[in-house]
């Protein structure tokens, strides 16, 4: 078993635990990362970027379903090619991949292939026969490393609820989703947070009849109503049965596809589809970490942290998807920073505030959100000021002929400080930034009147709702 030394070693090599040995380097610590699987972790191989391709990929199906409005006529009906599609998105995903190797390497952080497990006081035993495993050509071999600090960026995996076995060929947890090889006939999405919304939104553009099952009053259950209903609406539109307030029981398999039971207002209901997908939650990567060495605290399935991401074990951290929600890749990034920094004593670095983690759903039309809900404001004793301003109004949406949505703002009526924003509409995963930017400057709404955008911009709608937050409209 050899030894080996280092400043900061991270486990786990998703956009948490990668930004973070990335981050330890730049500031000249000697850094390894430990990665079991695949370089980019979940959300680069298995989540956000395949998912977002297929959703670009049924966007332009839809499109060219559309062209005659824009005077494009096709000779023949457009035809999606499943296959095609999928392979594409794999194909992201594994460029990507590389990529994130080749920054490690031009960044100087050792690459160890294996499972971690900890044995306390900065000691790690890496298991390298699980790469083999897992098809990396790891040599059969297990050596120690030591370190000073550890951060854990293992992620997470796909909840299931009793009755629902993830192993049974119909039922389908996100990855088997995004790599179908055949086009379901039926299917039933069991949660409706942001990745049952978007493969929701996929299947049902590609022909697929879907049915939407929601435990909660509403679909995304942590977006503002307004937007929440709105997008129900349009889902429904768009052929999809949406049922909130129902409570799933089990399924049964009657060779025809799984029969799913749920219970809505007191009255008991089943749905008959080919396909189940899961997506009522993730649990952290918890397991074969050997926390049982060391004195990290487990709630809710996920590891507990500070604000400045440090366990109840001195000199472990846990940033990401296996500290806890958000769940996003984003906010993984950034708590790798503030981590990193603080690691190394920066007088820079910064707490992630979870009030300023922008939210984005990809699905048709696109939500985006950053900051506290209209009611979530209220319900802290703010008296707020609401501007809306609806897409139909904005020259640049009907261009495009995607005007459906709005652009709610949430101000504090005295202050003017900018509580939150919300989106539903064409790119407005795009939008949000700049409501992001804002509350890192702490802006008011003096500023955001004050700031020209152009015109004609799908961004001139984050105006003209400033604009009618505090009862100056000038284009409704």
């Known amino acids: 078993m050899g030894n080996c030394g280092y400043q900061v070693v991270v486990v786990g090599a998703g956009p948490g635990g990668y930004v973070a040995a990335i981050r330890a380097a730049q500031l000249g610590l000697r850094t390894a990362i430990v990665e079991r699987s695949e370089l980019g972790g979940v959300c680069l191989n298995w989540g956000c970027i395949p998912t977002k391709a297929l959703l670009h990929s049924a966007e332009v199906f839809r499109t060219a379903r559309e062209s005659s409005t824009h005077g494009v006529i096709l000779d023949v009906p457009p035809r999606f090619d499943l296959a095609v599609a999928v392979k594409r998105s794999r194909m992201i995903s594994a460029q990507l991949s590389q990529g994130v ?157 799984l029969q799913v039971h749920y219970r809505q207002g007191g009255n008991k209901a089943k749905v008959l589809a080919e396909r189940v997908i899961m997506a009522v939650g993730i649990r952290g990567n918890i397991e074969e970490l050997g926390l049982e060495n060391t004195q990290v605290e487990v709630k809710n399935e996920h590891l507990v942290v500070d604000q400045w991401c440090r366990t109840a074990e001195a000199g472990v951290y846990a940033i990401g998807d296996v500290a806890g929600p958000p769940w996003l890749a984003h906010k993984a990034s950034h708590e790798a920073v503030a981590c990193v920094d603080h690691i190394a004593g920066l007088a820079e670095a910064h707490v992630v505030d979870p009030d300023s983690v922008p939210s984005c759903i990809y699905c048709h039309p696109q939500v985006a959100s950053v900051g506290l809900s209209e009611a979530t404001a209220r319900a802290r004793g703010h008296e707020v000021a ?15 002929n995607d005007s459906e949505g709005l652009v709610k703002t949430v101000f504090d009526k005295a202050t003017g400080e900018l509580l939150g924003a919300h989106m539903i509409g064409p790119d407005v995963t795009e939008l949000i930034g700049t409501y992001v930017t804002a509350r890192v400057l702490e802006s008011t709404e003096h500023e955001l009147i004050q700031a020209m955008f152009p015109h004609p911009t799908l961004s001139e709608a984050l105006h003209e709702s400033v604009l009618a937050a505090f009862d100056r409209p000038l284009h409704i």
């Not at 129900?232 to 052929?239: A, C, N, P």
């Not at 609401?386 to 495009?400: D, E, I, M, N, Q």
Request: with cysteine.
């Open 386 to 400: 609401v501007g809306r301003f609806p897409f139909h109004a904005s020259g640049k949406a009907l261009t495009l």
């Open 101 to 257: 190797r080749g920054l490690l390497r031009k960044n100087k952080v050792t690459v160890i292939e294996g499972q971690a497990c900890l044995l306390g006081q900065g000691r790690i035993a890496v298991d390298a026969r699980a790469g083999e495993q897992r098809g990396q050509g790891a040599q059969k071999e297990q050596r120690e490393l030591r370190a000073e600090h550890i951060i854990l960026a293992t992620g997470a995996r796909p909840r299931s609820l009793p009755g629902f076995d993830l192993n049974h060929h119909r039922i389908w947890t996100a990855r088997e989703a995004m790599t179908p090889e055949s086009l379901p006939k039926s299917i039933v999405v069991i949660g409706a947070g942001a990745i049952g919304v978007e493969f929701a939104s996929f299947f049902a553009t590609l022909g697929t009849e879907v049915t939407l099952l929601e435990g909660a009053g509403q679909i995304l259950p942590h977006e503002d109503e307004e937007i929440a209903a709105l997008l129900t609406r349009r889902l429904k539109t768009e052929g999809i049965t949406v049922r909130t307030n129902a409570q799933v029981d089990g399924c049964s398999d009657n060779n025809q596809g």
